[in-house]
């Protein structure tokens, strides 16, 4: 085989990445999270391939969990989501992590009055829901991490205004886990910058083919992750 030839096929080599997470290897190459993690016909570029996998690498994330998602529709820039459940599970892992209290804030619908409460608990006849709310402690923290986010800032809407099916139906839900995870994120920015959660970027994944249009949201996602290693040039490709 002549030396063109070896470079050709060099050139053809598929970026790959391994890490570790949790004790198991993953690997990634660009033709596995487009087949097993975006799963649809929209094709993830190059440069969200590494923005995904760089984030993953950094944080401990096995996408085969559903701990991390990378969200790509039509020609719109893929969105890199993770779950609530993996932002829990590192905070809880922090030896400092001293628990959480969290709740949503309702108004009265006759009154006006708008109170925080704890849990999602509320009478739908009588109280709307306006927000949600959430404290982090830490133990080496003399104060808790405080976040309460505005329910219209949040809640995902189709592409008719109409609020989506999780929102219209478990709205308190939905707002009390944004509360959670920014206060979460917030408290240990060392672990969890750069983990940004689905509601909070307003990517509906009730639907694993993804068909509705996804809404953006304005908060941006920042991801403070070291270079990704195993990974071929990109100069070469």
Known sequence: MSNTETKKEKTKKEIEVVYEADGEQIRLTPSIVQNYIVGTDAQITIPEFKFFTSLCKARGLNPFLKEAYCIKYKNNPAQIVVGKDAVLKRAIKNPNYDGMESGVIIQNKETGEITERKGTFYLRDSENIVGGWAKVYRKDWQHP???SVAFDEVA???SDGELN????GKGATMVEK????????ETFVEELGGMYEAEEMGVDLSSETQSQEIVQQDEPIEVDATPVENVVNMDEI
């Open 145 to 147: 991490t405080y976040c």
């Open 156 to 158: 995902q809407k189709k």
């Open 165 to 168: 099916s999780n929102w219209s």
């Open 178 to 185: 944004v509360a959670k995870v920014r206060a979460l994120r």
